[in-house]
C-alpha cells in the first residue's frame, strides 16, 4: 500500500532530515517535495535524497498571481506519483503526523478507521517550550508543550490537514482534497474515528467542538520552533499567503507551552537512528550543517536590525492561554458570517 506525502519547501535545511525520517519511520513510504527559492542548500539536500532514492524532487517555480504551494499542488494533482498512491497526505516540514493507535504506525490508523475515505488530522499547536536558540537537536524532542485539547481559541488549533484514500477526490488543496469524483461522497472521519457527516465531504475546514477528535491521530504542529527560529521564518514568509506577514501576532496565536505532550516521543529512539544515518552521508552530512550555519547566521544578522529585535524581544514575552468555550464560539460564528459576507 503506498502512502505519499506531497510538500512545498523553501529553507528548511536544519529540519529536513528529522521531517523525512520520521514519516518513513511511520509508514509513509513516497514524497513528493517541490522546493523553491531556497538559500539554504534544501533544494541540493532534496536532490541527494532523491538519488537516494528517499524522495521524488521537482524545482518549482511559480505560475501568474498563484502562490508557489498552491502552485505546487496543481503540478503535483497531476504527477505520477499522486497517481501511483493509495492515501495521501499534503503537509508542511512543521507538520508531524502523530499516530496514537496502536504502536504509532500508519497501519495503525488506517486499520482503525476501515470505512473512511479522509481522516481529519486536527493541528495540535505546540509552542517554542522557551528555547531561544537553533539546536541540532530532533524538533519533537526540543518542543514537548503544546495547547490543551480541546482549544477553542485561535480557531488556528481547530484547523486539519487531511490523509485521504486516492481516487476519491480529483485535485489536492492546502488542508483538504478537492473536487469529490463524480458519483463517490467520499466518508470522512476525525482523528478519533468518529463520523463527521456528509458536509465534510464537499466543505469544512475546522475541526471545532463536537467535531474535534484526537484519539486515534493528531497532527503535532511545530509551526514556531525556537525564538530565533521563528525569526527566520518570518524574515521568510508563508508559502500560501504571499501577501500575509508572519509577524508578532502569527507567533502570540501560536505559543501554547500549556500542557506537557510526549506521546511522539516513543519514536524518538529510532528516529535518532534513523537521523545519525542519513547525516553520516558524505553528501547529505555537510550540506546538513552547512544549513544549519546558514540559519543560524540569519537569525543573528535579523536579531541584529531594529525591526528584528523588535520582534523577538515582543516574541519572548507572548504566551498564549486559551479562551472561554463560549466565547470562543460567539468568536468563531463572527468569524464565519465575516468569511461569508467576503464571499470566502
Same mark, same amino acid.
Given at each position: 500500500?503506498?502512502?505519499?506525502?506531497?510538500?512545498?519547501?523553501?529553507?528548511?535545511?536544519? =529540519?529536513?532530515?528529522?521531517?523525512?525520517? =520520521?514519516?518513513?519511520?511511520?509508514? $509513509?513510504?513516497? $514524497?513528493?517535495?517541490?522546493?523553491?527559492?531556497?538559500?539554504?542548500?534544501?533544494? +541540493?539536500?532534496?536532490?541527494?535524497? +532523491?538519488?537516494?532514492?528517499?524522495?521524488?524532487?521537482?524545482?518549482?517555480?511559480?505560475?501568474?498571481?498563484?502562490?508557489?504551494?498552491?502552485?505546487?499542488?496543481?503540478? +503535483?494533482?497531476?504527477? *505520477?506519483?499522486?497517481?501511483?498512491?493509495?492515501?495521501?497526505?499534503?503537509?508542511?516540514?512543521?507538520?508531524?503526523?502523530?499516530?496514537?493507535?496502536?504502536?504509532?504506525?500508519?497501519?495503525?490508523?488506517?486499520?482503525?478507521?476501515?470505512?473512511?475515505?479522509?481522516?481529519?488530522?486536527?493541528?495540535?499547536?505546540?509552542?517554542?517550550?522557551?528555547?531561544? %536558540?537553533?539546536?541540532?537537536? *530532533?524538533?519533537?524532542?526540543? $518542543?514537548?508543550?503544546?495547547?490543551?485539547? !480541546?482549544?477553542?481559541?485561535?480557531?488556528?488549533?481547530?484547523?486539519?490537514?487531511?490523509?485521504?484514500? +486516492?481516487?476519491?477526490?480529483?485535485?489536492?488543496?492546502?488542508?483538504?482534497?478537492?473536487?469529490?469524483? !463524480?458519483?463517490?461522497?467520499?466518508?470522512?472521519?476525525?482523528?478519533?474515528?468518529?463520523?463527521?457527516?456528509?458536509?465534510?465531504?464537499?466543505?469544512?475546514?475546522? #475541526?471545532?467542538?463536537?467535531?474535534?477528535?484526537?484519539?486515534?491521530?493528531?497532527?503535532?504542529?511545530?509551526? &514556531?520552533?525556537?525564538?530565533?527560529? $521563528?525569526?527566520?521564518?518570518?524574515?521568510?514568509?508563508? *508559502?500560501?499567503? #504571499?501577501?500575509?506577514?508572519?509577524?508578532?501576532?502569527?507567533?502570540?496565536?501560536?505559543?501554547?507551552?500549556?500542557?506537557?505532550?510526549?506521546?511522539?516521543?516513543?519514536? &524518538?529512539?529510532?528516529?535518532?537512528?534513523?537521523?545519525?544515518?542519513?547525516?553520516?552521508?558524505?553528501?547529505?552530512?555537510? &550540506?546538513?550543517?552547512?544549513?544549519?550555519?546558514?540559519?543560524?547566521?540569519?537569525?543573528? %544578522?535579523?536579531?541584529?536590525?531594529?525591526?528584528?529585535?523588535?520582534?523577538?524581544?515582543?516574541?519572548?514575552?507572548?504566551?498564549?492561554?486559551?479562551?472561554? *468555550?463560549?466565547?470562543?464560539?460567539?468568536?468563531?460564528?463572527?468569524?464565519?458570517?465575516?468569511?461569508?459576507?467576503?464571499?470566502?
Amino acid at each position: 500500500m503506498t502512502r505519499l506525502i506531497v510538500t512545498a519547501m523553501r529553507n528548511e535545511a536544519p =529540519y529536513l532530515l528529522e521531517w523525512v525520517a =520520521y514519516h518513513r519511520l511511520i509508514g $509513509f513510504d513516497r $514524497f513528493l517535495v517541490y522546493s523553491n527559492d531556497c538559500d539554504d542548500g534544501t533544494d +541540493a539536500m532534496l536532490d541527494r535524497l +532523491a538519488a537516494l532514492g528517499l524522495v521524488v524532487h521537482e524545482r518549482n517555480a511559480p505560475v501568474g498571481r498563484k502562490g508557489v504551494q498552491w502552485t505546487a499542488l496543481g503540478r +503535483a494533482t497531476d504527477h *505520477p506519483e499522486t497517481a501511483a498512491a493509495e492515501w495521501i497526505l499534503v503537509a508542511d516540514c512543521d507538520e508531524f503526523v502523530n499516530v496514537r493507535a496502536g504502536a504509532g504506525r500508519l497501519d495503525d490508523l488506517i486499520a482503525a478507521v476501515p470505512g473512511a475515505d479522509a481522516v481529519a488530522l486536527t493541528w495540535r499547536l505546540f509552542g517554542s517550550n522557551g528555547v531561544m %536558540a537553533i539546536e541540532d537537536r *530532533p524538533v519533537i524532542a526540543q $518542543f514537548t508543550r503544546a495547547a490543551p485539547f !480541546p482549544c477553542h481559541a485561535p480557531w488556528e488549533a481547530s484547523q486539519f490537514k487531511t490523509l485521504f484514500r +486516492a481516487g476519491s477526490y480529483r485535485r489536492l488543496g492546502v488542508h483538504r482534497p478537492k473536487a469529490p469524483v !463524480p458519483g463517490r461522497a467520499p466518508v470522512w472521519v476525525n482523528g478519533s474515528g468518529a463520523p463527521l457527516g456528509e458536509r465534510f465531504a464537499r466543505e469544512g475546514t475546522l #475541526t471545532w467542538g463536537a467535531a474535534g477528535g484526537i484519539d486515534l491521530a493528531c497532527l503535532n504542529h511545530y509551526s &514556531l520552533r525556537s525564538a530565533m527560529a $521563528f525569526l527566520v521564518k518570518a524574515d521568510r514568509g508563508l *508559502p500560501n499567503r #504571499t501577501g500575509r506577514p508572519v509577524d508578532i501576532g502569527y507567533w502570540a496565536d501560536r505559543n501554547f507551552n500549556t500542557v506537557e505532550e510526549t506521546s511522539i516521543l516513543r519514536h &524518538l529512539p529510532a528516529l535518532e537512528a534513523a537521523l545519525a544515518a542519513l547525516r553520516a552521508d558524505p553528501v547529505l552530512g555537510p &550540506l546538513h550543517a552547512a544549513g544549519l550555519a546558514w540559519h543560524r547566521a540569519r537569525a543573528e %544578522a535579523l536579531a541584529d536590525s531594529v525591526e528584528g529585535l523588535r520582534l523577538l524581544t515582543r516574541a519572548l514575552g507572548t504566551e498564549r492561554r486559551d479562551l472561554e *468555550p463560549g466565547l470562543a464560539r460567539r468568536l468563531l460564528m463572527r468569524r464565519a458570517a465575516l468569511r461569508e459576507r467576503e464571499g470566502e
